[in-house]
């Protein structure tokens, strides 16, 4: 699993919990507890190269383990989040195993782009646009049955420009124009 980019920040905390600092020292205290959670720790260098030199109030908020330093709140909630995205991870591979145990067929890469996106939606769409509910199960069935991937093996990422693109065409349009639905 790749680094996670991000960790809860809670404002009213920083904000109560360095009223006391300069607005420098803030800088400084705030780039030391980013630098943290790239690297899980920080080392003496990292600090001193940080603030230039000691500073007690600034160092004060990091816990000194053999030679290494940590802010214990930084290392408490990258480990929340760690353990809560792992959590994510592992239902989503159980739900993945449970569906394939009862003969589901599934696809084991996760498409995002379309996941909200149903038959209704589309023929909505083609529907409002002038185009038959026919050619807006093609285009479902054509994308579904090639993982939501086109003719370059690309995923789609925006369904709505293949259809204006390649599927809105004159053949496929809705000739009796009593039969478009209105959609407000």
């Keep these: 699993m790749s680094k996670d980019p991000a960790v809860l920040f ?9 009223l006391t600092l300069s607005n420098e020292q803030k800088g400084k205290y705030i780039t030391l507890l980013c630098l943290q959670h790239q690297k899980n720790f920080l080392t003496e260098n990292d600090m001193m ?14 816990v000194k383990e053999d030679d290494i330093f940590y802010n214990k709140r ?19 591979l159980n739900g993945l195993k449970k569906k394939k145990k009862e003969g589901k067929i599934i696809s084991s890469s996760y498409v995002h782009h379309m996941e909200n996106e149903n ?8 529907n409002t646009n002038n185009y038959t509910k026919e050619a807006a199960l093609k285009f479902y069935e054509y994308y579904k049955v090639n993982n939501f991937k086109d003719s370059n093996n690309k995923v789609v990422k925006n369904w709505k420009q293949k259809a204006r693109l390649i599927w809105f065409k004159p053949e496929n349009e809705i000739k009796d124009l009593t039969k478009i639905k209105m959609v407000y």
């Design 10 to 18: 809670y404002t009213s905390d920083f904000l109560t919990g360095t």
């Design 49 to 62: 190269m940080i603030c230039g030199s000691y500073d007690k109030s600034i160092f004060d908020k990091f």
């Design 74 to 92: 930084m290392r408490d909630e990258h480990k929340k989040r760690k353990e809560f995205s792992k959590s994510r991870s592992d239902n989503r």
């Design 119 to 126: 038959v209704n939606v589309i023929i909505d769409y083609f």
